[in-house]
């Protein structure tokens, strides 16, 4: 982020970003999700790993790393492959220092942190014996959810001359996605929709009004979540975009209730925008909206209806970025890691793989429509897919992309409930 600043000086290594491009492959940064974490045996600090199953991995997320030196051997505790090794925690003495976020990898960063306590907090008697700390949420090893992959007591990057050890994996993640909005009677509730839909096809009381689906409570669920494995968990405010976030106490409740259990990271959506207050005239930037949910537990946001402004802000100024934008603003603060950018878009169906608008990417669809064509794009929408917007979503993440979004939530609502998978043209392009 500040190219040829120095830093302490204590660790002896450089500090750089991720490269987007390994041999020809590209590399997606940052470095976001679970990974394996290779520790060595030749620093004492392998009472870290004591319990804890050698294919568990860690969540790791950042932009920049630390290359593994001979310089630097004596203070490598562990390494991890992400586009070639990198230095993934640090020891000497007492003092350890993780790449990795143990307080957000599960039953398996709650043993680390556990082991770290309980070889250091020793009672004052005779025998100097060490007084045990439970895990919270007795979590094990073996049922912690967590990923399978390497966490294995095996030398860090070897030397030139030796051969390379053997590479830690990425491993895909299952992310918990709750859309959570208030019924009818005002309670905070975790519904899903059908394309958006999210009220009962019929009254169940025969009044003729149709009650929002309800499946539960928003803290309960996404704990119930974690313990059966989710890698992430995310809630959706699907309705704030008619008040501010500023107002909505409720929402910052669950995230606080959540994080006391939940060891996973958490990301909330919903009201990421510049507010002002109808009553007081009191404003806020998004920023200081997102502030309110990173305070309140929050790890990453999701900013839906603002990111589309942003793009269409971004084309009309000839590709300049406003600099004022949320995602410019929470990615400058917090980083690109901390943002991630929601995209509902809609099938627009096309004659042709040339007859979509201008700026727009054409696919064949997996499915004609109704007159048989074969080919559409992707029309983003705004709040809660209420709103079309003469813009497509392939266009809209590369801008995201652009001014400093770190990930994207892609939701096709001709999907949304069908219960028979996922948009794969979409993702495909997407990931081109």
Known sequence: ETPGVAGLGIIPGTVSQFPTEVQGQRLTVPHMGWNGARFSGNDGGLYLTEGVDPSSRVYFVHSFRVLPTPAAADWTLATTSYGGEFVSAVRRGDIVATQFHPEKSGGVGLRILANFLNHHLKVQSVD???VPLPIPGNFEPADSGSPPASCSSTPPV????????????????????LDVR??????????????????????????????????????ALAKRYFEEGADEVAFLNITSFKKGVIDDMPMLEVLEKASESIFVPLTVGG??????????????S??????RYFRAGADKVSVGSTAVDAAEDFLKAG????????????????????VVVSIDPKRVYVDGPSSGPEGATVVEAMEPDEDGR????????????????????VQLAVICEELGAGEIMLNCIDKDGQNNGYELPLVQVKNR
């Open 128 to 130: 100097q014996s060490r």
């Open 158 to 177: 070897a030397p030139p001359g030796v051969g390379p050890a053997e590479e830690t994996l990425l491993a895909k993640r299952i992310i918990a996605v």
């Open 182 to 219: 208030s019924n009818d009677q005002g309670d905070l509730v975790v519904t899903k929709g059908d394309q958006y839909d999210v009220r009962e096809k019929s009254s169940s009381d025969g009044s003729g009004g149709r009650a929002v689906r309800n499946h539960g409570k928003p803290v």
């Open 271 to 284: 009201g990421i925008r510049d507010y002002t207050d109808p009553v007081t005239g009191q404003s806020w």
């Open 286 to 291: 998004s920023l200081e909206v997102a502030n």
């Open 319 to 338: 590709g300049v970025p406003s600099g004022v934008s949320a995602i410019e603003q929470i990615h400058h603060v917090y980083g690109r890691q901390a």
């Open 374 to 393: 074969q080919f559409c794009w992707y029309q983003c929408t705004a709040k809660g897919g209420r709103e079309l917007r003469n813009l497509c979503a």
